[in-house]
């Protein structure tokens, strides 16, 4: 596998899995290379829309797709804004608004425990009966007030208590090792070098 689309248009998501995954020799293109729509994700569950991106961009593309689907889950809110994550304010997605609403529902709420939940999938092609599946979280608690420049989404708000730093603070090579993101990815790759040996 020299190459892989991956079934985001997040800029973010693509730099942080493009840095990942060089060490393996894998270009990974993003879907918006080949002009690809992005998926519907109806589903409740992470994992569930994460295949059902991954197999929409290996269908427009003919290429082995990955596909993150990931959120924040928010104790106090019963798991919200979870897989609605990127659009908890609505369309169009703002990262500004869905962090001004988390805080909104937040106000007064002393449980502040919250987890990124990232659901990775890889599949061969569009009809893979056997996806890779790996999964990760990453634990902390919702600031009161945003802190930090870096990172992308509730970033900003997800505080690590062990550094008492927030996402959006801290290096991103130490982010791509501690995030749910980084969890989910060395599992994946686990996979992937079982399957080649």
Not at 95 to 105: F, I, K, M, P, V
Request: hydrophobic share 40%; with cysteine.
């Amino acid at each position: 596998m020299k190459q892989l689309v991956l079934a985001s248009g997040n800029a973010g998501k693509l730099k942080e899995l493009a840095a990942l995954l060089a060490p393996l020799g894998i270009e990974v293109l993003p879907q918006s290379a080949f002009r690809v729509s992005e998926a519907d994700e109806p589903h409740p569950s992470f994992v569930e829309n994460a295949i059902a991106k991954a197999r929409h961009a290996a269908r427009a593309t003919g290429l082995p797709a990955l596909a993150d689907d990931s959120g924040l889950c928010v104790d106090a809110l019963g798991g919200a804004p979870g897989v609605q994550s990127a659009r908890f304010a609505g369309e169009p997605k703002s990262d500004q608004r869905n962090n001004a609403l988390l805080l909104e529902r937040l106000a007064g709420e002393t449980n502040r425990r919250a987890r990124f939940y990232c659901a990775l999938t890889l599949v061969r092609h569009a009809e893979d009966p056997q996806p890779l599946i790996a999964c990760g979280e990453w634990h902390g608690e919702i600031l009161e007030a945003p802190r930090g420049k870096d990172g992308f989404g509730y970033d900003p708000l997800f505080l690590v208590p062990d550094l008492e730093q927030t996402a959006a603070e801290i290096a991103p090579e130490l982010k791509n090792v501690l995030s749910h993101r980084g969890s989910a990815f060395r599992q994946l790759l686990d996979k992937l070098r079982a399957e080649t040996h």
